[in-house]
């Protein structure tokens, strides 16, 4: 079997604009291809990605899971000690903050999170016409997460800015990564400070990290690494899984009617969304040996893009992989990713979503479309922009 060399650059606005259309020609070519514009290979079928995620010790994570390959380049800010590190360190790492990020935890925020995604509802049901995007996906996130990490509260607007940079950063050095880096700037070090111990309010995670790090032995600058990974990666996800949730929601109609006659379905909504359109599309890993894929050898030390969101559309795993179901089994979408890395926030985003749809089914009868989408390119997120929608009272 010779390995397919396409000339498809899935970082270029073409593709990212449209990469649902690209996703079925990368599954098609084969198990794994080689993508000559940035010289590295693919996987975007089910069952490759899934495995690859699964054997993290032949797919790395510490050579960063970005385009750039940190045995080679300095990495943009200093790697993450949970996303960017391998065994046995990312066990220490994931190890505490597991403790901190707990069923536990959550379930002591549910109240509040719950009241404020009622109020929030109220006032949007209450306008008919509001933008899913920046009224609500952004909205709700911002009003509870930032709390809970205990970040201050002047400056926060820059978490997003950040957190768009950060996942552009994964992408190669194209003018989207670019204008993120230059975008983030001022972010970069609103963040940085926001991570410190003096910064964070008393009760929060931010302070939990810190102490559970301190008690790992971790130093005072490790700590706040551990508190960025939250600020990275907990804020850019929800608001774009909540608004392509909306998105979900808002084509499939039925799917609305199903989810009001059967409430108890708004907790599995944002797997199936995810599924449907996932949120963190791709990212990379690093071969640490020579590897052999349906009889494509993969050298050591080359980088991997693995295709989350064509996996998770895949013909070969999925029926009708296009509809957006939420009667269907989403166990096994790679939206989340899979394996040891798999998302440590993934409960914190679950109830977000779940929250945000109690709040709305009781009030919203219908939810419409009345302009088309707007996208907001991002190197490894599908992001939007804007959802404008009009929504019909209960
Ligand atoms: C981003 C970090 C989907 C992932 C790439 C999201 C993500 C996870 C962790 C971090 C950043 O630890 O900084």
Redesign the pocket.
Known sequence: MSLPALAIDPFDEGFLRDPATHHVALRDAGPVVWLAPIQCYAMARHAEVSAALADHATYCSGRG?GLADFARETPWRPP?L??ETDRPRHDQTRGLMNKVVSLRALQALRPVWSARAHELAERLVARRRFDAVTDLGEAYPMLVFPDTVGVPQEGRECLLRYAAA?FNA?GPRNAIFDEGEAAAADAVGWVANACRRESLAKGSWGTAIHSAAADAGCSEAEAERLV??LL??GVD?TVNGIGIMMLAFATFPEQWAKLRAEPKLARRALDESLRWDST?QT?FRTTTRAVDIAGTTIPEGAKLLLFLAAANRDPRRWDEPDRFDLGRPTSGHVGF?HGIHQ?LGQMVARLEAELVLEALIPRVAEIRLTGAPVRRLNN?LHALASLPIEIVPA
């Open positions: 899971v993450s949970l996303l950060v994964f960025r990974s990275s990666a996800t963190v990212f990713g998302c490894t």
